[in-house]
């Protein structure tokens, strides 16, 4: 498969991933294209295959302090080669071309951002023995934040904890100041009851080791929502 490399200006989501910036967002947002440089412009991958993409900053001398973000986009190019058909029987090709994106950010400062838990939901499905866990991030600050959601239960009769669910690699970026999380729910041993729900934002990458923050809820086992899967 064949890549053509390109700059994507893109705006983050509440509920999680990204849209094309408007024009007029465009004109306010702090991209980064124009201050990298990258190498090759297109690259051939078989599968299983690597390729090195080299970036270079150029930061202006005047560059005021925040965070500038653009997404390298690899878009797949059509395969130049030509099916093979005959023209007495009807034929169909299904040729599948998948796109990419990544986020390049600069920071330029020393500023960070916190983060709070306002809100979370938890529902439970007796007969799955599978549950749901959803929270909301609060942002303060103008830089991103990375790291992994992470849901902790504290059985009220015996008194264990345990980790039910979690989600990696959460970002919640410089234009956004609320984030909407659904945790993965795990197959650890989980127990219908009153309990303890313990929420923890867990920095990593240039973040490791640092918590943004912890919150612990008190919940009855009547305000765990009940639900039946199909």
Wanted: aromatic share 10%.
């Amino acid at each position: 498969m064949t890549y053509r490399l390109g700059w994507d200006q893109k705006k983050a989501l509440t509920s999680g991933g990204y849209a094309d910036l408007t024009a007029e967002e465009l004109s306010q947002f702090p991209v980064a294209s124009d201050m990298l440089r990258f190498s090759p412009k297109q690259v051939s991958l078989k599968p299983g295959e690597k390729q090195i993409v080299k970036i270079a900053v150029r930061k202006p001398k005047d560059l005021e302090n925040g965070e500038y973000r653009s997404h390298l986009l690899f878009k797949a190019l059509p395969n130049p080669k030509r099916q093979e058909g005959t023209h007495n029987a009807m034929s169909l090709s299904l040729n599948v071309r998948m796109s990419y994106s990544m986020p390049v950010m600069i920071r330029e400062g020393k500023e960070t951002s916190t983060v709070d838990i306002s809100e979370y939901s938890f529902d439970y499905s007796p007969e799955s023995h599978r549950g749901k866990v959803s929270v909301v991030l609060n942002k303060s600050g103008e830089k991103s934040t990375f790291g992994n959601v992470l849901a902790y239960w504290s059985n009220s009769n015996n008194g264990q904890k345990s980790m039910i669910a979690r989600v990696n690699s959460h970002s919640i970026y410089a234009e956004t100041q609320r984030s909407e999380v659904d945790l993965v729910w795990l197959d650890n041993p989980f127990t219908l009851s009153d309990g303890i729900l313990t929420v923890v934002y867990e920095g990593e990458s240039e973040y490791r080791g640092q918590t943004f923050t912890t919150q612990q809820f008190n919940v009855s086992k009547e305000n765990i929502s009940t639900f039946a899967l199909n």
